[in-house]
Nanobody, 126 residues
Framework: VQLQASGGGLVQAGGSLRLSCEES????????MGWFRQAPGKEREFVAA????????DYVASVKGRFTISRDNAKNTVYLQMNSLKPEDTAVYYC????????????????????WGQGTLVTVSS
């Protein structure tokens, strides 16, 4: 399983970016997916998660109302739409996949995930 994250870049505060995570094996529908981020000098933290079905999701409190996680299983891709970006959102963003038989469960802990992408850098300037 290979996860390819893309869409990062430099944006001004208040701007938007959409991150994508494509799963190479054409089997993303068998995975619950998540996004994590690691800011400079900090530990990696949970950002958002979505169930296999796409019907259940979760967010860290600091991004609720600004970020939206979604998935298109036909395209083997999961997205993270990020609006109203703040300088504190600056980080390397990682997507992760967990193989699961449950369609309506999301996962918020790093240790629960089986596969990780390489990360994409998001820089928000003030």
């Amino acid at each position: 399983v290979q996860l390819q994250a893309s869409g990062g870049g430099l944006v001004q505060a208040g701007g938007s970016l959409r991150l994508s995570c494509e799963e190479s094996g054409r089997s993303v529908r068998t995975y619950a997916m998540g996004w994590f981020r690691q800011a400079p000098g900090k530990e990696r933290e949970f950002v958002a998660a979505i169930s296999r079905s796409g019907g259940m999701f979760d967010y860290v409190a600091s991004v609720k109302g600004r970020f939206t996680i979604s998935r298109d299983n036909a395209k083997n891709t999961v997205y993270l739409q990020m609006n109203s970006l703040k300088p504190e959102d600056t980080a390397v963003y990682y997507c992760a996949a967990k193989r699961t038989g449950y369609s309506y469960t999301y996962y918020s802990a790093e240790y629960e995930y089986d596969y990780w992408g390489q990360g994409t850098l998001v820089t928000v300037s003030s």
